[in-house]
């Protein structure tokens, strides 16, 4: 009778042969370059909004790192990363590549569509809530957040970002 081996198996039997030999420095590190290099260019893009807000509004904002919005797209340049990544690792013909390809189409659309209206409507319903007269229960509520989304140039910015890092990545290993 044929053996089958099961998820389970193969990851109780990975985990004995990593446990019975030492860890090298090499095995500590994820190899993933996909993985990294998604996480690089997302890494670089929210380093790039504090030049990018300074270079717009003329002060440093540090809390722009950790915002949505903005030049560049960190949304983009991760999705991109990792598709180019793939692709100059598997090739284009595979299933992951595909899906990359499509999760990158849908973060990519949603950043500069979806998200973007969402940030117009936001900066609008602040617009009115600040007209309000004081004794409104409204008045004194907390503003929405209006930067959620990019513009298609901060979307594109952010996708070349992506592509440089995942080939550099690629051609560094």
């Not at 042969?17 to 095995?27: E, G, Q, R, V």
């Not at 692709?87 to 595979?94: E, F, P, R, S, V």
Request: proline share 6%; charged share 15%; with cysteine.
């Amino acid at each position: 009778m044929d053996e089958v081996m099961t998820a389970a198996d193969a990851l109780s039997r990975n985990q004995t042969t990593a446990s019975s030999s030492s860890p090298s420095p090499a095995y500590l590190l994820p190899a993933n370059i996909s993985l990294l290099s998604a996480f690089l260019a997302c890494a670089i893009a929210q380093f790039l909004k504090l030049f990018t807000t300074w270079y717009k509004e003329k002060r440093w904002d540090s809390k722009r790192m950790m915002d949505s919005g903005g030049m560049p797209s960190s949304h983009s340049a991760t999705v991109m990363a990792l598709v180019v990544s793939i692709g100059l690792q598997d090739g284009t013909g595979g299933p992951t590549f595909a899906i990359a390809v499509v999760l990158a189409c849908v973060v990519m659309y949603d950043a500069s569509g979806i998200r973007l209206h969402a940030g117009r409507q936001a900066e609008m319903l602040n617009q009115i809530v600040c007209e309000f007269p004081p004794e409104h229960p409204l008045s004194n509520a907390r503003p929405l957040r209006d930067s959620l989304g990019h513009t298609p140039l901060q979307v594109v910015a952010g996708a070349l970002l992506g592509c440089i890092v995942a080939y550099m990545m690629k051609t560094s290993n």
